[in-house]
């Protein structure tokens, strides 16, 4: 396999002819040629040659001769050809990109996804083959994956500056946070003006003369301008996935949050680490100190008040921090119904695994009052927090908070039911022999 020229890139990407034609000129065993030929790839060799990297002079190889040069490494003929292209063959020239992605959250998707006690058990084709968790997750895998957010093969930056190209990982049943920003106020005036603005600016330069009017510069927010501020790829919130942090001065709060942690399996039932703390550690899912905390809080305040005053800001994050604290005490509530009824003996002893609430198992537990559990945690819980946030009330209230009190109250009546049919059980069975009889009523 030989890198094309340059020369025969520009050939490639100003001929108004069909691609096969626009390859004519290139050597026979060029990459470019090759798929041709064959019929295969065309989406690559369409959206490569519009590129910037086509337009500087890349070839293929650059990227994908990456294998082993003495032997075959993928489907192509040609020996040392890897398909699967990580970050860190984009480092040597987005060296700080990399970098700054490396400390974000990104980065350890994948390992937050195989940490998950259940995730072994689940097809492989959900994970490693990508059709389901994997599929989002993979962002965090083999060092990284830039075309999760800069899609093959035009790798553009302005694509991923705009909110579309977060939806289809931020979505759906526990972070649908593009459903929230989407209908929220900021979303709609980017879906009433983006055709207007200018995507190739980087987000260092919006809004850098606050007062300065620029009908080409987008004027809301969008997930990389919050979320990527002046574009550092070390994406990371002040609350984390999970909406913990540790810990927390309020000692009501704190006994919640220890109540949330252990039904977790993060603390042992005498409040004492468990090896899973090291799974939140490597996911970077919860903010373990109140100085990371208050990092990740003044780094996003910072670019809120590029638009708005820096007391409404302090204001509207300080009620989405209550609505944390709410959702906690209903939460913490609804695990102790559930954790009385593992500790009464109401609920069925698991043979695989231990006898507790388990809310990381996701939905693979045995009674249905533990899936409510399991529910109002991942999905109810997430879109309370994350609505109040992502500035959308409506989303907040009736996706989140309302489901949260109509679980709590669910479960309540479950846990209920379930007591008087264990007493019910009792009551019937055989008396033991030799047993006294029971006491008959005066009277």
Not at 263 to 287: E, H, M, N, S, Y
Request: net charge positive; with cysteine; proline share 5%.
């Amino acid at each position: 396999m030989k890198r094309f020229r340059a020369l025969a890139l520009g050939v490639l990407m100003a001929a108004a002819a069909p691609v096969a034609l626009a390859v004519g000129t290139l050597p026979a065993d060029d990459c470019v040629g090759c798929h041709t030929r064959k019929g295969i790839t065309g989406s690559a060799l369409r959206d490569f040659s519009t590129s910037r990297h086509a337009a500087q002079g890349m070839t293929c190889a650059e990227c994908h001769l990456k294998g082993d040069a003495t032997k075959r490494t993928s489907a192509c003929e040609a020996p040392g050809v890897v398909t699967s292209v990580s970050a860190s063959v984009c480092s040597p020239c987005h060296a700080r990109q990399v970098e700054e992605f490396g400390k974000g959250k990104h980065a350890k998707a994948w390992v937050a996804m195989s940490a998950m006690p259940t995730t072994k058990d689940q097809p492989k084709a959900l994970m490693d083959g990508m059709k389901g968790c994997g599929g989002c997750h993979r962002i965090g895998s083999d060092g990284g994956r830039c075309d999760s957010c800069h899609t093959r093969h035009t790798f553009s930056a302005a694509e991923a500056r705009r909110p579309e190209a977060c939806a289809t990982c931020h979505m759906g049943f526990d972070h649908p946070q593009w459903e929230m920003y989407s209908t929220s106020k900021h979303g709609i005036l980017v879906a009433q003006n983006a055709t207007k603005w200018d995507w190739e600016k980087g987000l260092g330069e919006w809004f850098a003369d606050p007062a300065r009017a620029d009908a080409t510069t987008p004027r809301a927010p969008t997930c990389a301008f919050c979320h990527l501020p002046g574009g550092d790829h070390g994406v990371r919130t002040a609350w984390g996935f999970l909406a913990l942090r540790l810990p927390e001065d309020d000692p009501e709060w704190m006994a919640d949050r220890v109540e949330i942690l252990q039904a977790l399996g993060v603390l042992d039932a005498k409040g004492q680490p468990t090896a899973r703390l090291d799974v939140v550690k490597a996911g970077d899912v919860a903010r373990l100190s109140k100085e990371d905390w208050q990092k990740e809080r003044s780094r996003m305040e910072a670019q809120c008040t590029r638009c708005h005053s820096a007391a409404t800001v302090k204001a509207e994050m300080a009620k989405a921090d209550e609505i944390v604290r709410a959702g906690d005490r209903l939460m913490a509530d609804a695990i102790r119904e559930v954790s009385a009824l593992y500790r009464d003996g109401i609920l069925p002893e698991p043979k695989d695994r231990p006898f507790h609430v388990d809310v990381l198992r996701f939905y693979e537990v045995e009674h249905p009052v533990e899936q409510k559990l399991y529910v109002m945690l991942m999905e109810h819980r997430m879109r309370s927090f994350q609505g109040a946030f992502h500035m959308n009330p409506d989303y907040q209230h009736w996706y989140g908070w309302a489901e949260m009190k109509r679980d709590l109250a669910e479960i309540r009546a479950e846990a209920k039911a379930l007591r008087a049919s264990h007493v019910k059980k009792a009551a019937a069975r055989p008396k033991a022999a030799g047993a006294p009889a029971p006491a008959k009523k005066a009277g």
